[in-house]
Each structure stands twice: as C-alpha cells, then as structure tokens.
C-alpha cells in the first residue's frame, strides 16, 4: 500500500479550548488510486489531509508514504519528503501574483531533478496561449489549471488536493474534474481530494468519510462514474 496512516490523532488548544480534532484514523490508499476524503465542515478532512502533507504535526500515530515514516521527521527533513513526494492544490490557488502563468510553473520545475515537461503540460490544461498572464488576467479555471500544472510539474508520486473545485462554478469544477482524471490516467499520480462535494466520490477508486474526527465509511468503487458525466 502506498500510503498507510495508523491511529492517527490530533489535538488543538488547552484546558476549556481543546479540541480533539482527529481521534484514531487508520486506513490506507494504493499507489495510481484517486481517493476522495469528504464530510462536514470542522470533521477533521483538511487536517488529516494537511498532516499527510507535513503541514501539521500530530499527537500520535503513523504516517507511511511510499514506506517512508513521516510522523517525526525534523523540518529539514520535512521539507525534504515535500519536495521529492507530494504536489499541493489549494481552493484558492496560491499563485504568485506577480509572476506570469509560465513563472508560476517554473518556480515548482527547479525543486526537482526529473520535472515533467512543461510544455506538454501547459497544452494538457490548455494554458499555453495565457502563459504569459499574470494571475489576475485569468478567470478562476484558469488559475485552478495554473495551480494544477505548478504542483504536477515537478513530477509528484502524491497530489494533494483541499477543495479543489470549491471556488468555481459548475461548469469550471467539472472540467477541473476531468482533468484530474486525465492525470491520474495519464501519469499515473495518486490523489488525495478533500471535498464538500459529494458527487466527486463517485469518479474516485476509494472513498473515505469521516465525521467527528473519526472515519464513518472507508470503501472502494467497484464501478466509476466519469468526470464528464458528474451531476450535482
């Protein structure tokens, strides 16, 4: 299994502001699957997502991406297993707002030694004739696909994804969609994608909910429904 989680716990605050946010969660997701992690808003999903990443540190448990232990690691290390692992998609973007569509991409390509080709993935998210905007010129698909090919140029062998289609439209999340589909089939890469949405479970090869800290159902798709074909 690629990545494994065990017992995973996590607390915010002291006294009359603890918080028990995660409250023992294991599972596990193979290598090349997309997996969808849904529920209610404060159910402990971008948390778990954030401590997978190395954003958050946890109390307790473990963290196992590709048989490396995260749970742990020292900063430098820390950065060290982000730079050679895992590609991060925000809801909101984070693109550098001075930089134009092509710098944006070009800042992710040098931390790696065997980028993807940039080109190819500027025509693969339909961004080669806006490579030279900057952010604020792009509609909000736009800048979601700008994101996409900023975390995947640096070649991941794990995409993190927290709300990815949760600022856009209808039409913008389900081409968002589709295009996540097409590199996971494409390049292989497994994705983590936190969502409030839950038709998305149903393009996804594994699908986990948690609610109140815990996991309520953990379960694989035997059937996939297209992105294209999503109704929400």
């Not at 999903?45 to 590709?66: E, H, M, Q, R």
């Not at 930089?99 to 080709?117: A, G, H, I, S, W």
């Not at 080109?119 to 509609?139: D, I, W």
């Not at 070649?155 to 081409?175: I, M, Q, V």
Request: hydrophobic share 35%; with cysteine; aromatic share 8%.
């Amino acid at each position: 299994m690629y990545l494994e989680v065990k017992d995973m716990k996590k607390s915010y605050g002291e006294g009359g502001s603890y918080v028990e946010v995660l409250k023992g969660i294991t599972t596990g997701v193979d290598k090349g699957q997309m997996c969808v992690i849904y529920g209610p808003s404060g159910s402990g999903k971008s948390t778990f997502l954030n401590a997978i990443g190395g954003l958050d540190t946890l109390d307790y448990g473990s963290v196992k991406v590709d048989e490396q232990e995260i749970f742990g690691l020292k900063q430098e290390a820390l950065s060290l297993y982000r730079r050679k692992n895992l590609g991060f998609i925000f809801q909101f973007y984070n693109l550098i707002p001075n930089l134009t569509v092509k710098e944006n991409v070009e800042v992710c390509e040098v931390l790696t030694k065997e980028p993807l080709d940039r080109e190819e993935l500027m025509v693969t998210l339909g961004l080669t004739e806006h490579k030279n905007k900057f952010p604020s010129q792009l509609s909000g698909g736009q800048q979601q696909r700008c994101a996409i090919a900023r975390a995947l140029v640096k070649n991941p062998k794990l995409l993190l994804c927290d709300e990815p289609t949760g600022a856009l439209d209808f039409k913008t999340s389900k081409d968002i969609l589709v295009l996540l589909e097409e590199i996971n089939r494409k390049y292989g890469t497994t994705m983590l994608i936190v969502t409030h949405n839950t038709a998305i479970k149903d393009m996804v090869h594994r699908v986990i909910k948690i609610k109140d800290g815990r996991i309520s159902k953990d379960y694989t798709n035997e059937v996939l429904i297209p992105a294209g074909q999503l109704e929400w």
